[in-house]
């Protein structure tokens, strides 16, 4: 479905990173320095890593930032980071789905905030990207915890689908270091580009044409809600601040509405 689209030009969308994921010994004092540069955070939980004290600096510095808050949800994979696929009845899904979110809204509502999507990680992520049933019992679980939540999911007819199945609000996620299949899936066999030039000439396809570059040689039209910038890469912060030279990111509830005309 992805080359049927239209090509456009894109006027509004969504920077997104994650945050907390600090584990024990393992910290990254630096994660926040990106925050300058994103409309969204996808905060860790507490499951596949974060801890108490993590989770509430991160919320904490959002608030300060004013920058939209979402649940970073993954499977409880401490040993791999959650990035090992788990074999789940729909019942541990939702069950998982449902500890999480329900634990960062808590954590958030303390601070008079609230969250405004959710994004899965790792394993999770791919697999949601991948399998329609699966993406399914994320987005219903998501919902359970409130039916406005938006599900943040990999570009394409999975995420299309399971929005449309689920009747969720999504968000079709671009990352410009991935190549993607001619279908606009992601090609994780590919390594990630860590060239922060060629990252912002992507972007700027993107921007201009809907595309993204394909595993063939080509470029593939999709749909792009939001763009995710990754704390793991060396260029991270680079590529964060300098994409918001060439656009200033806003959220999806705010693109949402913008396109509606509700404002100008």
């Not at 991948?130 to 987005?139: H, I, K, P």
């Not at 968000?171 to 860590?194: F, P, R, W």
Request: net charge negative; proline share 3%; with cysteine.
């Amino acid at each position: 479905m992805q080359n049927t689209l239209e090509r456009k030009q894109i006027k509004q969308i969504d920077f997104n990173c994650d945050l907390a994921q600090s584990f024990g010994i393992y910290r990254n004092n630096r994660e926040f320095d990106i925050m300058d540069y994103v409309s969204s955070v996808n905060i860790a939980c507490g499951f596949h890593a974060g801890d108490p004290v993590s989770i509430k600096n991160a919320l904490l510095r959002a608030k300060e930032k004013n920058v939209v808050i979402g649940a970073h949800i993954g499977f409880h994979d401490i040993q791999g980071f959650g990035y090992r696929q788990m074999d789940l009845t729909e019942d541990e899904i939702e069950a998982l789905v449902i500890y999480q979110v329900g634990a960062l809204m808590s954590f958030a509502k303390s601070f008079g905030m609230e969250i405004e999507h959710v994004r899965p990680h790792g394993a999770m992520y791919k697999q949601a990207g991948e399998d329609f049933g699966f993406a399914c019992s994320v987005a219903k679980a998501i919902k359970k915890c409130s039916q406005w939540l938006v599900y943040y999911g990999p570009a394409g007819d999975v995420t299309l689908k399971t929005g449309e199945y689920v009747n969720i609000p999504i968000a079709q996620e671009i990352q410009l270091e991935k190549t993607y299949n001619a279908d606009g899936t992601v090609d994780y066999s590919k390594k990630d580009l860590e060239d922060t030039p060629q990252c912002i000439q992507r972007l700027k396809d993107l921007l201009a044409h809907s595309q993204v570059q394909n595993n063939e040689g080509g470029k593939t039209i999709v749909t792009a809600d939001t763009i995710h910038f990754s704390n793991k890469l060396p260029n991270a912060l680079s590529l964060a601040k300098e994409a918001r030279d060439v656009i200033t990111p806003v959220p999806v509830n705010y693109k949402n509405v913008y396109e509606s005309g509700w404002v100008g």
